[in-house]
Each structure stands twice: as C-alpha cells, then as structure tokens.
C-alpha cells in the first residue's frame, strides 16, 4: 500500500485531464513492471495505490516512473517547472486480510472523505478509481 502527496499539498491534479497523467503512468508501470493492481484513487494533491508484485525493486522502480511521468507530463501540460512530490509518502506491506480490506476501503472511500463525491451511489461514478481486471480493460 503507496500514498504520495504533492510537495506542500498543491492541488496540481485538480482535472480528470490532469488525474489521468498518474493513471496512466501506473498504467504503464503495470504492464512494464508486473505488478497486480488491486485499487488506487487519484485525489487533487495524492494518490493512493494497492498493489501486490514479487518483490521491493519493482516498487521503487513503478514508483519513479508513476511520480517522474507524471510530473513530466503535468509539466509539458501546463508550464509548470518544479518538482511535484514532496517527501510525504506513505508505504506499508499489508501482512493479512484484515489489513488489505481496511485498505481498500480506505482508497475506494478516499472521494467520498475529500467531498470529490456526494455519496455513495457517486462513489460508483467516480471513474479514478479502479480495481485491477477493470481498469487494464478501459
């Protein structure tokens, strides 16, 4: 489980435009890396990802190409010239069940916490998040 929030807590992915740049970078360091997407939620200023892989040099490495893709492509978007993610980061391997279901609660709740959703039927509409077969198929 991966939480990264922007430098200061800048909303820079404040668009579906913009919150796909992260998508797409998971996206991409999913089918380069192989690693099992479980759920992930894009906020304005953090994202959340439950992910399974093999081992910790897949992680570090998704983790730089999800972060500096997007950066990259925030920058070439919209001008802006400074590092996006800042030191606050979150990771912790998930040892049972009961943690990966407190998780994913967590993220897929994530819209509904930071008022992005109004309720719970919205929550269904809310078309960052996703989990695993459902996102690589769209």
Known sequence: FITYRIFMGKKFFDTDEKKSFITRQIKKAKEGLGFDIKAFAVMSN???LLASCIHGGVITKSLQLINGGSSYLLNQSTGIRQ?????????RALL??????????????????HHLVTNL???????????GKEFLEK
Request: aromatic share 20%.
């Open 121 to 131: 039927k919205d929550l269904g509409k809310f078309r960052i998040i996703k989990q």
């Open 96 to 113: 049972n069940e009961d943690d990966y279901w407190r998780v994913f609660a967590y993220i897929v709740g994530n819209p509904l916490k």
């Open 83 to 91: 590092s996006l993610w800042g030191i606050e980061k979150f990771s």
């Open 46 to 48: 953090h994202y959340h």
